[in-house]
């Protein structure tokens, strides 16, 4: 793979640029800036932007709406994107459902979809964890059980991210209670306005609603919202586990919190100079910025060798597992450089540091993800 950046590649850094220039709303780009919760009309405002422009789902194969872009060309995009404080996608529907839908789902579910995902009428959460299975997922209980030309749904899924404004939900439910846990469970798409559907809200650490519970109390779905085959949807699931592990990386969001870790260290004074002359700081500054400038690299060789596989594959675990310790270092040491102002635990560094630790557990923990580098790499 080449990694050097082309005449060609330098003209697309400065059209995304530009477009990110003239098109974010000032008002989205200032509560990123600020640190200040998005709301959904934010969101979705932004995502009509890309999706007018025609670059919402670049990974998307082209006749479905996505982009031919090289994997340098989607790397320069994301960084772009971070640069210009532009919100990052949101993944459920773009990047986790959708690949299960091109790749598993039936032609109708592709033509009903995948539309009203680029058009944002559509926003999707994620219906995989339950109360007592994280972790070990193919022990869920939500039960989903045939009753004419519907499955009948009851159960508990927790810790869905934003479903609070979703009102698409693709759910892990048990269809065979019989069978081997992994081969009873099944992959459903259900609209979240079907009575028998209620979202609770979960409060998090630092202060937020991103979490909620969400409850099925006999919600009646449509047969033909079941994907691939009853009984495959533990395939399914993994496989779009694989595509949300790569992207919690959140290699092109580092870099961007980096910059403003080496603001804040060059603001703060500390015996005479500032804390980003400090030796020590700095090297531990350095020390940051190297390892995320290496898994950059990695994770663009990933994505090269996905985009001939089409699966991420293995490298999705070490990229998820350093990913997400490079943001949790990141958010540590500007704890440690707002010195006095970190205290105050509504501030920008505080919150950060506070929300940023969920990262080691969603998408499947770090342990877990070790688990499985040393089941597939050792043999175990
Ligand atoms: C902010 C946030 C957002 C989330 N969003 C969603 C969402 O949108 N949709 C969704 O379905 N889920 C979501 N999750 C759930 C997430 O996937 C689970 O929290 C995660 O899989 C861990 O499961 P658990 O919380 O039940 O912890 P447990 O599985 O009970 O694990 C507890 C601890 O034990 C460790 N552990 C467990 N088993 C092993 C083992 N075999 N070996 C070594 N260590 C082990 C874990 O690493 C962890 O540290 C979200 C979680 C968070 C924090």
Redesign the pocket.
């Known amino acids: 793979m080449d990694l050097s950046f082309s005449p060609e590649d330098l003209r697309f850094r400065e059209e995304i640029r530009a477009f990110v220039a003239a098109e974010l709303p000032p008002a989205i780009k200032h509560k990123m800036q600020a640190g200040i919760e998005l709301e959904r009309d934010d969101y979705v405002a932004w995502q009509k932007i890309l999706s007018a422009r025609g670059w919402l789902a670049p990974n998307w194969p082209v006749e479905y709406g996505g982009t031919d872009w090289t994997i340098v060309q989607k790397h320069i995009f994301d960084e772009e994107l971070a640069v210009g404080f532009a919100p990052r996608s949101l993944p459920f529907g773009v990047s986790m459902v959708a690949p299960v839908i091109i790749n598993f789902g039936s032609e109708e579910q592709k033509q009903r979809y995948l539309p009203r995902i680029l058009s944002s009428e559509d926003w999707w ?5 339950e109360p007592g ?5 193919a022990s869920l209980s939500t039960r989903a059980e045939r009753d004419g030309d519907s499955y009948v749904i009851n159960g508990a ?1 927790t ?3 934003l479903a609070q404004y979703a009102n698409m939900i693709f759910v892990l439910a048990r269809t065979d209670p019989t069978a081997k846990k992994q081969k009873g469970i099944s992959f459903i798409l259900v609209d979240m306005t079907t009575p028998g559907v209620t979202v609770r809200p979960i409060e ?1 650490i630092d202060g937020g609603h ?2 909620n519970e969400v409850i099925f109390e006999n919600v009646r779905v449509p047969l033909e919202n079941l994907v691939g085959t009853e009984g495959g949807g533990w395939t399914y699931a993994k496989f779009l586990l694989e595509h949300e592990r790569n992207g919690t990386a959140g290699v092109a969001g580092s870099f961007q919190m980096l910059d403003r870790l080496k603001e804040i260290a060059s603001e703060q004074r500390y015996n005479g100079s500032t804390l980003m002359q400090s030796g020590d700081f700095a090297k531990r500054i350095a020390e940051v910025e190297v390892r995320l400038t290496a898994l950059s690299f990695t994770q663009m060789r990933a994505l090269a060798a996905e985009s001939a596989t089409k699966s991420p594959g293995l490298e999705s675990s070490y990229i998820k597992i350093t990913g997400t310790e490079i943001q949790q270092a990141i958010t540590e040491l500007m704890m440690e450089a707002g010195g006095y102002e970190s205290f105050d635990d509504r501030s920008r560094n505080a919150l950060l540091y506070f929300n940023f630790r ?1 990262t080691s ?8 993800q070790r ?1 499985i580098l040393a089941k597939r790499m050792l043999g175990l």
């Open positions: 959460c994620q219906g995989y964890s299975s994280g972790s070990d997922l899924k810790w869905i991210t998090t991103e979490i969920k557990i969603y998408a499947g923990s770090n342990e877990i688990n």
